[in-house]
């Protein structure tokens, strides 16, 4: 069983910066292996893919955040993270930390809000 658990989150004015974190309850051999992800959802928009990162260090970023979002893990913490910067009003969502391993059932934490607006 994997738990996940983000913080990180608040109200912060366009333009500005936030970051988020995501622990993980797993045993450092796992998380290894794993493929995390962060997941945003505005009101009345569907979950919608914000960054990955592999177990290999790879990554991808949604078009929107691309240059502006950074995605990195410290898998001695079991930590993933998120530095938003250059926030816009349209990245209001909530933000969900992912952790799947292979193919196996992917592991979703409570959600973090954040809020862009001034």
């Known amino acids: 069983q994997v738990q996940l658990v983000e913080s990180g989150g608040g109200l912060v004015q366009p333009g500005g910066s936030l970051r988020l974190s995501c622990a993980a309850s797993?045993?450092?051999?796992?998380?290894?292996?794993?493929?995390m992800s962060w997941y945003r959802q505005a009101p009345g928009n569907q979950r919608e893919l914000v960054a990955r990162?592999?177990?290999?260090?790879?990554?991808n970023y949604a078009d929107s955040v691309k240059g502006r979002f950074v995605i990195s893990r410290d898998n001695a913490k079991n930590t993933l993270y998120l530095q938003m910067n250059s926030l816009k009003p349209e990245d209001t969502a909530v933000y969900y930390c992912?952790?799947?391993?292979?193919?196996?059932?992917?592991?979703w934490g409570q959600g973090t809000q954040v809020t862009v607006s001034s």
């Open positions: 797993v045993s450092m051999f796992t998380i290894y292996t794993m493929t």
């Open positions: 990162i592999t177990s290999t260090q790879a990554t």
């Open positions: 992912n952790a799947q391993q292979g193919l196996l059932k992917p592991y």
